[in-house]
């Protein structure tokens, strides 16, 4: 069973950076692709970023392009996420997920992290 976990949430004031970690474990090999989700209170989930997994192609939502940097590292099992420069609308619970491709939809993803809360204060 494949288990996502996420790291790295926490509170900041604007302008600040926070690096969020994603580690999977378990029948990692049906993953090829990792997405990155916000939820804020009262909002539907967003599309934030994704990176696949092999050859570490990643792409981003035009709200966080520019300030925000998925990466992977393989060996730790782990995908990351640089989000510089933040702005108080970036708040919003953080939730990574697996799934077989690159994609901005929610529903492509098959597997999903806890979640992990960032608050930006102005």
């Not at 792409?59 to 966080?64: N, Q």
Request: proline share 3%; charged share 20%.
């Amino acid at each position: 069973q494949v288990q996502l976990v996420e790291s790295g949430g926490g509170l900041v004031q604007a302008g600040g950076s926070l690096r969020l970690s994603c580690e999977r474990s378990g029948g990692t090999f049906s993953i090829s692709a990792v997405g990155w989700f916000r939820q804020a209170p009262g909002k539907e989930r967003e599309f934030v970023a994704a990176i696949t997994l092999r050859l570490g192609r990643a792409y981003y939502a035009d709200s966080v392009k520019g300030r925000f940097t998925t990466s992977r590292d393989n060996v730790k099992n782990t995908v990351y996420l640089q989000m510089n420069s933040l702005k108080p609308e970036d708040t919003a619970v953080y939730y990574c997920a697996g799934g077989p491709s690159n994609s901005w939809n929610a529903h492509d993803y098959e597997y999903w992290g806890q979640g992990t809360q960032v608050t930006v204060s102005p």
